[in-house]
């Protein structure tokens, strides 16, 4: 079992930088995928990108590549998401989520989900 919890968001102005931080309780947090996700109001959850446990597997989504970044410390129990150049659309609810997969870029793929940060981008 892994209880997810983020914190980070915020407002912040569009150029702006916030980093998102995904910490984990529970045992086995290593051996998880972490994920990123998103769901702007009246939008569907959007998969933002994912870390594999071991780092070898990193990918993001075509509309953040180049301005976010996910790392992952594991002594920390902690995932991050480093968002650079924000944009108003990128307004949005943040969730982490844990997966046993070793890629997972599909919702029903993660077992675990934080509760979400709201990021809100202002133009």
């Known amino acids: 079992q892994v209880q997810l919890v983020e914190s980070g968001g915020e407002l912040v102005q569009a150029g702006g930088s916030l980093r998102l931080s995904c910490v984990a309780s529970g045992r086995f947090f290593s051996s998880f995928t972490i994920g990123w996700f998103r769901q702007g109001s009246g939008k569907a959850n959007e998969f933002v990108g994912a870390i594999s446990w071991s780092d070898s597997n990193l990918y993001y989504a075509n509309s953040v590549k180049g301005r976010f970044t996910i790392s992952r410390d594991n002594a920390k129990n902690t995932a991050y998401l480093q968002m650079n150049s924000l944009k108003p659309e990128d307004t949005a609810v943040y969730y982490c989520?844990?997966?046993?997969?070793?890629?997972?870029?599909?919702?029903?793929?993660?077992?675990?989900w934080g509760q979400g940060t709201q990021v809100t981008v202002s133009s």
């Open positions: 989520a844990a997966s046993g997969m070793i890629q997972a870029i599909r919702p029903d793929e993660y077992g675990f």
